[in-house]
């Protein structure tokens, strides 16, 4: 039986920002959290575009930063910077499979068919900081090349104390049902990743060797599934819960940001309500926020 501190909230990029994180902390206050991923080019150039390159993760719990990028010697600075900010553990992203990062910046889910530079990688962020080092990675590349063993090998060699597997290859990118293999004999414990979203699911990788899960999707629109996983219910509520997500992100981004950008949440949290689809419509035209909170209290009954 994995226990709450087993059970991962996965980095989501253009989801899991610390608005979000604020919420899911709230229903699971002891599930590890790991950021978007951050340019490590980025981070160390301070680029004041990107406002999580200056979050302080010193009253967030157990959450670690996730840094990508293809230089060894950058990625080992910007872990200094997010140890300094207060994260728990580095992981360095070895499995985003998008082209701006798998193909034209030589990052995320290239670092699967280089595995020199990888180990290079992982060898000066584990020796930069003094907090544990973990990777995420996928399969392989494609179906050819399923070598996700190999790297953790290579992971272990390096020093790296814990790696986290999605059940797809790069080429697969989300699409098709994840596989994950026994992962029984790995030198280092293993989390699975990948359609997980129940404790049948959670059970099922716990008998395939895997030491944790990692939820990712399927916090969409239910930052509680954490705890619900691990027992918890659902809350009577919602509407209350999606207000104080949209207060979070104003809180963070400033108004004009964070209307838009929240719209696709409230998306998330009406899904499969009755006349979801009108209120997302209504919601994609709205950028004051005052007007955004009467929908959302009208749509939940709150007025």
């Given at each position: 039986?994995?226990?709450?501190?087993?059970?991962?909230?996965?980095?989501?990029?253009?989801?899991?920002?610390?608005?979000?994180?604020?919420?899911?902390?709230?229903?699971?206050?002891?599930?590890?959290?790991?950021?978007?991923?951050?340019?490590?080019?980025?981070?160390?150039?301070?680029?004041?575009?990107?406002?999580?390159?200056?979050?302080?993760?010193?009253?967030?719990?157990?959450?670690?930063?996730?840094?990508?990028?293809?230089?060894?010697?950058?990625?080992?600075?910007?872990?200094?910077?997010?140890?300094?900010?207060?994260?728990?553990?580095?992981?360095?992203?070895?499995?985003?499979?998008?082209?701006?990062?798998?193909?034209?910046?030589?990052?995320?889910?290239?670092?699967?068919?280089?595995?020199?530079?990888?180990?290079?990688?992982?060898?000066?962020?584990?020796?930069?900081?003094?907090?544990?080092?973990?990777?995420?990675?996928?399969?392989?590349?494609?179906?050819?090349?399923?070598?996700?063993?190999?790297?953790?090998?290579?992971?272990?060699?390096?020093?790296?104390?814990?790696?986290?597997?999605?059940?797809?290859?790069?080429?697969?990118?989300?699409?098709?049902?994840?596989?994950?293999?026994?992962?029984?004999?790995?030198?280092?414990?293993?989390?699975?990743?990948?359609?997980?979203?129940?404790?049948?699911?959670?059970?099922?990788?716990?008998?395939?060797?895997?030491?944790g899960a990692m939820v990712g999707r399927g916090m969409l629109g239910a930052p509680?599934?954490?705890?619900?996983?691990?027992?918890?219910?659902?809350?009577?509520?919602?509407?209350?819960?999606?207000?104080?997500?949209?207060?979070?992100?104003?809180?963070?981004?400033?108004?004009?940001?964070?209307?838009?950008?929240?719209?696709?949440?409230?998306?998330?949290?009406?899904?499969?309500?009755?006349?979801?689809?009108?209120?997302?419509?209504?919601?994609?035209?709205?950028?004051?926020?005052?007007?955004?909170?009467?929908?959302?209290?009208?749509?939940?009954?709150?007025?």
């Open positions: 039986m994995l226990y709450e501190n087993q059970i991962f909230a996965a980095p989501l990029a253009g989801i899991t920002d610390r608005p979000f994180r604020r919420i899911v902390r709230e229903f699971s206050p002891c599930a590890p959290m790991v950021t978007e991923m951050i340019s490590c080019h980025s981070l160390v150039g301070a680029h004041k575009n990107c406002l999580r390159n200056f979050d302080d993760y010193s009253d967030e719990g157990a959450v670690g930063a996730q840094i990508f990028g293809a230089d060894a010697d950058l990625m080992a600075d910007a872990a200094r910077i997010l140890q300094d900010s207060g994260a728990r553990w580095i992981d360095i992203n070895m499995g985003c499979p998008v082209p701006k990062v798998a193909t034209r910046a030589n990052a995320g889910a290239h670092l699967m068919r280089d595995h020199k530079l990888a180990g290079r990688i992982m060898k000066s962020v584990v020796g930069a900081v003094q907090i544990p080092v973990s990777i995420k990675t996928r399969l392989g590349w494609d179906d050819a090349h399923r070598d996700w063993r190999d790297l953790i090998d290579i992971a272990a060699d390096s020093g790296v104390k814990f790696a986290t597997l999605h059940g797809r290859t790069r080429a697969q990118l989300y699409l098709g049902p994840a596989v994950l293999p026994d992962v029984s004999d790995a030198p280092i414990p293993i989390v699975a990743n990948g359609d997980i979203k129940t404790a049948e699911d959670v059970k099922r990788v716990e008998e395939l060797g895997y030491s509680w599934i954490l705890s619900q996983i691990c027992g918890g219910m659902r809350p009577e509520n919602v509407g209350e819960i999606v207000l104080r997500h949209l207060e979070y992100a104003i809180e963070y981004y400033g108004e004009k940001t964070a209307v838009p950008m929240f719209r696709k949440h409230a998306a998330w949290y009406s899904a499969g309500m009755p006349n979801s689809s009108e209120f997302r419509i209504k919601v994609n035209q709205i950028a004051d926020a005052d007007v955004l909170k009467v929908a959302i209290r009208d749509f939940w009954g709150m007025i």
